[in-house]
């Protein structure tokens, strides 16, 4: 009996089983460190912690200190216990010798039943309220006043008893029932619950439209990384060939001169050695003292023979007019190599463009440029002509005719926007810098060296222009989308047609100087930036 009265003071009050690493409140009552963890948890919202045992409250949570007594204690207890089957669940709180498992919890006792207990305590206490089995039958309770939590303050957004109601502090206070508030609060949280399923489903379909963006670029990217080997391939392989057609024939243009030139050798040798012969003979003539002698030798002051001398003359231009030979069909394929190139060149651009990996730039219009038959929209994207005039205030900033300037200017990077024009009879669109006119023709986009554009008229011809220099587009727009790209550091501006696929218009380069801004000029019609896609 003595062991069982010690068994039951080892049980912690929570979990009604004995102390699992006991710890002490400064109140001096025990419990298992994991079960007075989960009440800190379960009650520290309400701004104070009580004990669960003689519902004392801290302010703030006090520091849990292991007693260690106790820990000897309960290990002592165990070990002179026979050994039993471990029961997992919440066991009835009057079973101390042989653990056996609740069925129910009474709030009013706050103690776990098995069966034969609880059809002893029904019998006993009819009028109590069972529960299931659990753990935490003290936060059930009014830590005031000792009662079942019944209804729910909803100014105060608390679970209160009948005396909170009736004297306490919520005294007058509108509550509902405790199913009433629970079902209130479940709708809100099954609303809160569609709004996270539904964002999360766009976030899902948003996942899965930039996979997919991503799989097609890779395989854009792809498909140009073997264009563009072919390419290489295929001019590595012109250079080549080129190089041994060349050297080819420096071999035997070499050999060809070599074999000439001893021809020539040779017959100057052979007249070298007729040369000196003469020359013997003459000065034995000159060392004869018989005059007659002299005299009856035949004429030899003629000593160059004038056929010899045409002979090694057209020997000569022959060798000379041989260095020509093959000159045609080497600069033929120079200038293919050189065609190879540039359209390599003009591949490399168009990748540039195609995979611009920066997000278009938020270009918005600036009204206090925008010329007074101009209408600018609400988002300060798009322009539209219009016959009304506008009273805007004229201002230094104003452009006079129909053009308008973005806010936003650049002075580094890579930076790309679109447009969208529609029903427009004439426009342009372009780069500028902020000291550009803004009155007479002089203020033009593409009529001074401040400006450069794309200039389009009704019949779908294009041309670029800048400083009053226009050069048409050797073919016409059949789209209505353009993209306008910037390098400020290297030094370009370029224009494309959205087309599928993308195609390059023109590239201006320049050495920029000043901040560029995004400009448009449009009569009839509008001209839309589009954002990104």
């Known amino acids: 009996m003595a062991s069982a009265d010690l068994r039951q003071e080892l049980l912690c009050s929570i979990c009604m089983n004995i102390y699992t690493d006991p710890v002490t409140l400064r109140c001096g009552h025990n419990f298992c460190q994991v079960c007075i963890d989960g009440v800190q948890d379960t009650e520290g919202g309400y701004g104070e912690y009580p004990c669960p045992e003689c519902r004392v409250t801290f302010r703030k949570w006090p520091p849990l200190q292991k007693n260690i007594t106790l820990c000897n204690v309960v ?8 050994h039993q089957e471990e029961i997992t669940g919440i066991c009835c709180t009057y079973c101390v010798d042989s653990p056996v498992l609740a069925v129910k919890s009474c709030l009013i006792c706050e103690a776990s039943l098995c069966d034969n207990h609880l059809k002893v305590h029904i019998k006993a206490s009819a009028d109590h309220v069972l529960t299931e089995p659990s753990t935490s039958l003290k936060t059930r309770k009014c830590s005031i006043h000792k009662k079942i939590l019944e209804y729910y303050c909803t100014e105060d957004d608390a679970c209160i008893c009948v005396s909170c109601s009736l004297i306490g502090e919520h005294r007058g206070h509108k509550m509902e029932s405790l199913d009433e508030a629970s079902g209130k609060k479940k709708k809100k949280l099954r609303n ?11 976030t899902e379909e948003r996942v899965q439209s930039l996979e997919q963006r991503r799989r097609k ?3 854009k990217a792809a498909e140009e990384v073997e264009r563009v080997s072919a390419l290489c391939t295929d001019i590595r392989r012109w250079v080549d060939d080129l190089e041994k057609k060349v050297l080819s024939e420096v071999s035997r243009r070499e050999e060809q ?14 007249k070298k050695d007729k040369l000196s012969r003469k020359m013997r003979h003459i000065e034995e003539l000159c060392n004869m003292t018989d005059p007659l002698t002299v005299l009856q030798e035949p004429d030899t002051g003629d000593l160059c023979d004038p056929e010899e001398e045409r002979g090694d003359e057209d020997t000569g ?4 007019g041989d260095e020509d030979t093959g000159g045609h069909d ?26 611009y990996v920066e997000d278009p730039a938020d270009i918005l219009l600036d009204v206090t440029t925008a010329g007074n038959n101009l209408l600018i929209s609400d988002d300060l994207k798009t322009a539209t002509w219009t016959e009304i005039r506008q009273n805007r205030p004229e201002t230094a900033e104003r452009f006079r005719d129909y053009q308008v300037m973005s806010r936003r200017g650049f002075t580094s990077g890579r930076h790309y ?14 780069m500028c810098y902020p000291s550009i006119e803004r009155k007479g023709q002089q203020s033009h986009i593409g009529d001074n060296n401040k400006s450069w554009c794309l200039y389009g008229v009704f019949n779908n011809q294009c041309s670029v222009r800048h400083d009053c220099n226009e050069i048409p587009l050797p ?7 353009f993209r306008i790209c910037l390098d400020y550091e290297v030094g370009q501006l370029s224009f494309y047609e959205l087309c599928d696929p993308i195609r390059h218009l023109h590239t201006f380069t320049a050495a920029f100087s000043e901040p560029l801004h995004a400009v448009l000029c449009v009569w009839g019609g509008y001209i839309k930036i589009l954002g990104s896609s």
């Not at 002592?76 to 216990?81: A, G, I, P, R």
């Not at 001169?257 to 052979?270: F, G, R, T």
């Not at 231009?317 to 000379?320: L, R």
């Not at 080497?330 to 995979?355: C, K, P, Q, W």
């Open 330 to 355: 080497g600069g033929d394929r120079g200038l293919e190599l050189i065609s190879h190139i540039y359209t390599l060149s003009a591949m490399i651009r168009d990748i540039n463009v195609i995979f």
């Open 317 to 320: 231009g022959h060798n000379g």
């Open 257 to 270: 001169v070599s074999l000439s030139l001893s021809d020539v050798i040779q017959n100057l040798e052979i």
């Open 75 to 82: 290990e002592n207890v165990l070990s002179t216990q026979p």
């Open 475 to 481: 073919h016409q727009i059949s789209n209505d989308r």
């Open 192 to 202: 809160v619950l569609q709004k996270l399923i539904t964002k999360k489903e766009e």
């Open 417 to 430: 926007w679109d447009v969208e024009i529609r029903r427009s009879v004439l426009w342009r669109v372009g």
């Open 217 to 219: 670029a890779e395989e």
